[in-house]
């Protein structure tokens, strides 16, 4: 029965530790991503600002 355990667990680790390691990338890649979407909002909303202070009101 032990060797019976040992062989489960040493079929399911490969496939575990794939699965954990695109789950750390994929969650990488996508908070990534929010960040570089923030930081682009916020640039052109300053941007929108700049160009709104620099146009005459009318």
Same mark, same amino acid.
């Given at each position: 029965?032990?060797? *019976?355990?040992?062989? &489960? ?12 390691? *695109?789950? *750390?990338?994929? !969650?990488?890649?996508? /908070?990534?991503? !929010?960040?570089? !979407? ?9 941007? /929108?600002?700049?160009? &709104?202070?620099? !146009?005459?009101?009318?």
């Amino acid at each position: 029965m032990n060797e *019976f355990w040992a062989n &489960a667990i040493w079929s399911l680790a490969p496939t575990v530790l794939i699965g954990l390691i *695109f789950w *750390f990338v994929m !969650r990488a890649i996508i /908070r990534a991503d !929010r960040s570089e !979407r923030k930081a682009y909002a916020r640039i052109e909303a300053e941007e /929108r600002a700049k160009l &709104a202070r620099e !146009r005459p009101a009318g």
